[in-house]
């Protein structure tokens, strides 16, 4: 157990195994036991498995492809630097900037940190080409306030990093070694209640042949009854069975009594508050909401204001702003998020033409119209409501 976590309030949970010699004053007892022993030997989820859960997947990707559409801006005392430096405009060189932006804020959503190695520098000094890396790749040495940085190369060998040209960018930083900690790896118990609900569907519908209960009319003795399901299993389904005195029952049970349907979309409710993204952009239906024309817009918004921007982009504007000189600032665009929705902007160019705030001509240009045709401007998917 990490340092965080015990200042957190964890604690570490031990069970004896089940022994099975011992009694129990009821069925209930027993079953309890076996559950404890079972879920305290599960091991934490590993990314992989995480993310092969449709809805956690989702999240992920949501959060870095909106991201990944903004475009970082370069300000110097309050302006804007126009063009801003090329390793704002092109962190790394071989990516877009988008793919860049992308990787970033998955690193983080998924692994809890994100890395970045400074490739190259320019004659100034300053940063000119950064490579985001794999944070499992790097070790580190903590001292309480800085990391030093190494890895290893296929033959073993070790190679260190200066201080200066390793960037690291923690969702929530561990006190105790200075790693980064995300959704996955704070809310492990979730996780695995997702793992194991997956688990459990892909077993329920392996094999061609339903759950069928063989009745017997007549005894049966030795290996009769193995008999009897093996050559009941043997034949190809629709082949009619024969027997006399063996009536099969179909078991009652199907995705919806078996609660696969519920514990999926319970998943996805974990993954919105793991996350921190609006239920509705998972399809997690919370009774007594509905979805409508009027705030399908919102949810883009609120996504960007209460959890991508100060959670992801924030660290990722600071971090930038630490590569380049000082009193200069990197701010991702975010402007299309803030604007309300067309009928609000509209319903307010009303208001103060009639006041005389402004003119239609004003309100025009606002709204990006020029003459009788809008003005073509190139603008990323997440604006939906105009």
Not at 334 to 356: P, Q, S
């Amino acid at each position: 157990m990490n340092l965080l976590q015990r200042l957190l309030g964890f604690e570490e949970r031990s069970h004896d195994p089940l022994d099975p010699d011992a009694t129990y004053p009821d069925i209930d007892a027993q079953l309890y036991a076996r559950q404890r022993a079972h879920v305290s030997s599960r091991p934490q989820a590993t990314i992989g498995e995480a993310l092969g859960i449709p809805a956690i997947f989702r999240a992920v990707t949501l959060l870095s492809t909106v991201a990944a559409s903004l475009q970082l801006k370069e300000y110097v005392n309050g302006r804007e630097v126009t063009p801003a430096a090329p390793v704002i405009r092109r962190p790394q060189r071989a990516w877009t900037p988008g793919a860049f932006t992308r990787q970033t804020v998955l690193n983080m959503a998924a692994y809890g940190e994100a890395i970045w190695i400074v490739k190259e520098r320019g004659a100034d000094g300053l940063a000119s080409d950064l490579v985001p890396v794999k944070p499992t790749l790097l070790k580190s040495d903590f001292s309480g306030i800085v990391h030093d940085w190494y890895t290893y190369d296929r033959n073993g060998r070790r190679f260190d990093y200066r201080r200066e040209d390793v960037v690291h960018i923690p969702f929530i930083q561990d006190p105790g070694d200075g790693r980064g900690r995300g959704p996955l790896q704070m809310c492990g118990v979730a996780t695995n209640v997702a793992v194991e609900a997956e688990y459990w569907a892909s077993r329920f519908f392996v094999g061609s042949i339903p759950s069928v209960f063989l009745e017997s009319k007549v005894p049966l003795a030795g290996d009769d009854p193995a008999t009897i399901k093996d050559k009941w299993l043997t034949d190809p389904p629709n082949v009619p069975k024969v027997g006399y005195g063996i009536e099969p029952h179909v078991l009652p049970l199907n995705p919806e009594t078996a609660q696969l349907t519920a514990s999926r979309m319970y998943s996805r409710g974990d993954a919105a508050l793991m996350f921190g993204i609006p239920g509705r952009m998972l399809e997690y239906s919370e009774s007594g909401s509905s979805i409508t024309y009027a705030n399908v817009g919102d949810l883009a918004t609120e996504l960007v204001r209460l959890t991508l921007s100060p959670v992801y982009l924030e660290q990722i504007e600071q971090a930038f702003s630490d590569l380049r000189p000082r009193g200069t600032e990197v701010r991702y665009d975010v402007e299309g998020f803030e604007r309300a929705d067309a009928k609000t902007r509209y319903e307010i160019h009303e208001k103060a033409i009639a006041l005389g705030m402004y003119d239609a001509e004003y309100a025009a240009r606002a709204e990006g119209i020029s003459g009788e045709f809008p003005e073509v401007r190139p603008a990323p998917l997440r604006v939906v409501n105009g």
